[in-house]
T-cell receptor, first 114, second 114 residues
């Protein structure tokens, strides 16, 4: 079965600091990869996605993620965080082709201090 | 954005009582999903549906049943609620016309079982 690991459970940063959140998955076949964001009191929203092609993908609000197949990783980055980035971030993986069963990581809570 | 609504949004109930949560979509999508979100566990799939009257179990299906008599409605039932089922429940549908694993979530239903 596929699984997703997010190593950082709670991250606290000052505004303008750089962000990198780790995500590793276990599945030997072709995968689709996602990062979702959940702002306080809201539902999950898609931040960015990777299906194929350029392993460096750009999402909304200045976020980007890099797929490194050899490391089974899909880390999320942002060069300079803002207070409004305070949220919980979830990495997710699905198999490519056919019915998609999506597996989520346990989430990383990001707190940005003004 | 996709049209997906959940009801009720908040519910407090007592142990042993039945509870039904409703998910309604206006996208005519074949697939619908129920997840629960708990601190430290991320989102876990309870049940999913791949068509009218076609449903299957997810990873945490014990204590839950579902029904889908119409394309637009996917009901999640707790036959006899327990305190361990206190959670936030999210319904989701595929965001795109295909089924890549990219999901669009409802606003969530917060259930408290006393």
């Amino acid at each position: 079965a596929q699984s997703v690991s997010q190593h950082n459970h709670h991250v606290i940063l000052s505004e303008a600091a750089s962000l990198e959140l780790g995500c590793n998955y276990s599945y030997g076949g072709t995968v689709n990869l996602f990062w979702y964001v959940q702002y306080p009191g809201q539902h999950l929203q898609l931040l960015l996605k990777y299906f194929s092609g350029d392993p460096l993908v750009k999402g909304i609000k200045g976020f980007e993620a890099e797929f490194i197949k050899s490391k089974f990783s899909f880390n999320l980055r942002k060069p300079s965080v803002q207070w409004s980035d305070t949220a919980e971030y979830f990495c997710a993986v699905s198999h490519s082709g056919g019915y998609q069963k999506v597996t989520f990581g346990t989430g990383t809570k990001l707190q940005v201090i003004p | 954005d996709a049209g997906i609504t959940q009801s009720p949004r908040h519910k407090v109930t007592e142990t042993g009582t039945p509870v039904t949560l409703r998910c309604h979509q206006t996208e005519n999508h074949r697939y619908m999903y129920w997840y629960r979100q708990d601190p430290g566990h991320g989102l876990r799939l309870i049940h999913y549906s791949y068509g009218v009257k076609d449903t299957d179990k997810g990873e945490v299906s014990d204590g839950y049943s579902v029904s889908r008599s119409k394309t637009e409605d996917f009901l999640l039932t707790l036959e006899s609620a327990t305190s361990s089922q206190t959670s936030v429940y999210f319904c989701a549908i595929p965001r795109t016309g295909g089924n890549t694993g990219e999901l669009f979530f409802g606003e969530g239903s917060r259930l408290t079982v006393l």
